[in-house]
């Protein structure tokens, strides 16, 4: 493994342990170059067969883990929620969607399980992303959509 920082084209492991999802080996690697000697992460992940997503025009593309990442990421920003528990609903999510889809899976059926599991996290975060995702054009459709979360709460 080369070293991020130099380029060197020798790293030893450090440490090596299964990730909080049991689907990951994580590894801390230290750069053998003297001159460096720095330290990083890198995870291990299970190569697994392509999932394609179908989008709403009918396209197909290769499943991206990093798009649910990035979506979580903008709507959990400034909220009080941990990278580990953003990280742990794109596991959940990802593993759920290769255990129920062989092939493909429909882009619907991602953005409601990204609402589902962002209802469960944190409220503002959920209305936030459902704002985007559903496409609101206007302040009584954000409203609706508030008052049916604050009912489902009680």
Known sequence: MKCPYCDAENTRVVESRPGDDGTTIRRRRECVNEACGRRFTTYERLEQRPLMVVKKDMEREEFAREKIYRGLMRACEKRPISVEQ?????????????????????????????????????????????????????VETLAKEVLSLLGEKR
């Open 86 to 138: 953003i990280e742990a609903v794109c596991s959940e999510i990802e593993r759920s969607l290769r255990m129920e889809y062989e092939r493909e899976v429909p882009s619907s059926v991602i953005g409601e399980r990204v609402m589902d599991a962002l209802k469960q996290l944190d409220g503002v975060a959920y209305v936030r992303f459902a704002s985007v995702y559903r496409e609101f054009r206007d």
